[in-house]
């Protein structure tokens, strides 16, 4: 009788207890919400798209893509901010072209130089240009990539020639593209000029201006020192006038340059391709009389010359066995 | 066929032939001509159009003035009563608004005329050419028949 009172007792102050409270409550949480996903996903039973998300916030799994995982180094602190990191993206893809382009530097040597000179054009079956300094027929002959056929050196000398021929198309594209450009550079320039002297005087200029084909409109134009260059793909900046005039001269001066260089490099081209051209040509004639060897050229003269020597080699020992 | 001194029924096939070919570029050429007169035209409509936006409405309003191909300079709209049209051969002449817009449309009416007396001439030249083609495979047909009536025999 006293336990059970003693037990009664305790269970009553169990009952009261803190325990015994937040229990009972987690008891029903768990119940009301057995209840509740039960109910949930009976109802979906056709449903897979929303049984799944039952699922999912049934077990807890976070799907959250947007969290950053590993902190991001910026300005030497780690950060997992979204936004600065944003940012800092955002600077650098901006301000991508302006770094790079002051990086590069501008090639002052035309490919011609890099051909000869780089260390890997002796094996480049792109570029491989007839060396001038080449004398010896056989030598050349014996080159295992030569492999001693005439059909193969050819052939090889047929790809090259279409190469040089892809490459003069391309370089003349460029020189008409740039012959173009340097005068319309000229003329900007003397007219930034032109508003620099008139910056300083009050008066508005008068000017028409090209609204069509053949169509003109006049409007004033008030001293500004500020005028706005096309740079090309849709992108136009507003300078000061020194600034304009600075941007312009370089502009003229890298574009100078440039036709120079592709000048040379024509030159370059035509010479390679006249070799080409007039191996091709001597080839095909002295096949029939002359077993596999390839002349390898400088210029006509030297083919010309040793075909000389050949000929007269051969009618000396035509003679040579009749006298 | 009209204009031909001998009909085409007697020619051979290898003048058939050259017959064709030069028929073929006549119709080239007829068809350039026709693409660049719509060029003009097109150019002589945005002209046109563009005199609509220069209305007194907007005198004096603030415009970015293109002084060359690749400089612009902040300005304003000056006049709005005379433009200047650009004739050909290095003259220009200026115009009030209303009097230019109907040189523009003079301009595009004739262009519409020349245009439409082209199409008549091209027509006729590719029905030529049809016919001779025609005239030509008959005539290739009946070679190989007889070709092959003398093998046969």
């Not at chain 1, 209840?35 to 976070?62: C, D, H, Q, V, W």
């Not at chain 1, 508005?204 to 005028?227: C, G, I, R, Y």
């Not at chain 1, 004639?285 to 006509?300: A, G, N, P, Y």
């Given at each position: 009788?006293?336990?059970?009172?003693?037990?009664?007792?305790?269970?009553?102050?169990?009952?009261?207890?803190?325990?015994?409270?937040?229990?009972?409550?987690?008891?029903?949480?768990?119940?009301?919400?057995?209840?509740?996903?039960?109910?949930?996903?009976?109802?979906?039973?056709?449903?897979?798209?929303?049984?799944?998300?039952?699922?999912?916030?049934?077990?807890?799994?976070?799907?959250?893509?947007?969290?950053?995982?590993?902190?991001?180094?910026?300005?030497?602190?780690?950060?997992?901010?979204?936004?600065?990191?944003?940012?800092?993206?955002?600077?650098?893809?901006?301000?991508?072209?302006?770094?790079?382009?002051?990086?590069?530097?501008?090639?002052?040597?035309?490919?011609?130089?890099?051909?000869?000179?780089?260390?890997?054009?002796?094996?480049?079956?792109?570029?491989?240009?007839?060396?001038?300094e080449e004398e010896d027929v056989d030598e050349f002959m014996k080159r295992t990539e030569n492999n001693e056929s005439a059909e193969t050196v050819l052939r090889r000398l047929e790809e090259q020639h279409s190469k040089y021929k892809f490459m003069e198309y391309n370089l003349n594209t460029k020189k008409s593209r740039l012959k173009s450009q340097i005068p319309d550079i000229r003329t900007t320039l003397d007219i930034v000029k032109h508003m620099q002297s008139k910056k300083d005087s009050?008066?508005?200029?008068?000017?028409?201006?090209?609204?069509?084909?053949?169509?003109?409109?006049?409007?004033?134009?008030?001293?500004?020192?500020?005028?706005?260059l096309w740079l090309g793909a849709n992108v136009m900046l507003e300078y000061n006038l020194d600034d304009a005039e600075a941007l312009l001269k370089k502009n003229q001066e890298v574009a100078i340059k440039s036709l120079?260089?592709?000048?040379?490099?024509?030159?370059?081209?035509?010479?390679?391709?006249?070799?080409?051209?007039?191996?091709?040509?001597?080839?095909?004639?002295?096949?029939?009389?002359?077993?596999?060897?390839?002349?390898?050229?400088?210029?006509?003269?030297?083919?010309?010359?040793?075909?000389?020597?050949?000929?007269?080699?051969?009618?000396?020992?035509?003679?040579?066995?009749?006298? | 066929m009209p204009g031909k001194e001998v009909p085409i029924t007697e020619l051979g096939p290898s003048h058939l032939n050259q017959l064709s070919q030069q028929l073929d570029q006549e119709i080239e050429f007829i068809q350039n001509s026709m693409s660049q007169l719509k060029v003009v035209q097109t150019k002589f409509v945005e002209s046109r159009d563009s005199l609509d936006k220069i209305i007194p409405d907007n005198k004096g309003k603030e415009i970015l003035v293109p002084l060359t191909s690749s400089m612009y300079v902040n300005g304003q709209l000056s006049d709005v009563e005379k433009v200047l049209i650009n004739i050909g051969t290095g003259y220009y002449i200026e115009k009030p608004i209303p009097e230019a817009k109907e040189y523009f449309k003079r301009k595009m009416e004739y262009l519409t005329t020349q245009i439409e007396k082209l199409q008549p001439a091209l027509q006729e030249k590719y029905k030529m050419k049809q016919a001779v083609v025609e005239m030509l495979q008959v005539k290739v047909q009946a070679q190989i028949a007889a070709q092959q009536q003398v093998a046969k025999s």
């Open positions: 009788m006293q336990n059970s009172s003693i037990n009664d007792r305790r269970q009553r102050e169990r009952k009261r207890s803190n325990k015994f409270e937040r229990n009972n409550l987690n008891r029903i949480n768990r119940i009301c919400k057995h209840n509740y996903f039960a109910n949930e996903l009976s109802k979906y039973k056709n449903k897979i798209k929303k049984r799944l998300g039952m699922l999912i916030t049934l077990i807890g799994i976070k799907n959250d893509k947007s969290r950053i995982s590993d902190p991001f180094k910026i300005d030497n602190k780690f950060t997992k901010d979204s936004n600065k990191i944003a940012n800092k993206f955002c600077e650098y893809f901006s301000g991508m072209g302006k770094t790079f382009g002051s990086k590069m530097s501008y090639p002052d040597k035309s490919f011609h130089y890099h051909l000869k000179y780089t260390a890997n054009y002796q094996r480049s079956m792109f570029m491989l240009p007839i060396d001038p009050q008066d508005p200029m008068q000017t028409h201006f090209q609204m069509s084909d053949n169509l003109f409109v006049a409007a004033t134009v008030p001293p500004t020192d500020k005028v706005c120079d260089q592709v000048e040379e490099d024509l030159g370059f081209i035509r010479d390679q391709t006249t070799t080409i051209e007039s191996i091709e040509y001597l080839f095909n004639i002295e096949r029939f009389t002359w077993k596999s060897q390839l002349v390898t050229l400088h210029d006509m003269a030297r083919v010309y010359n040793w075909d000389v020597k050949r000929r007269q080699a051969a009618t000396s020992s035509q003679q040579t066995p009749a006298s | -």
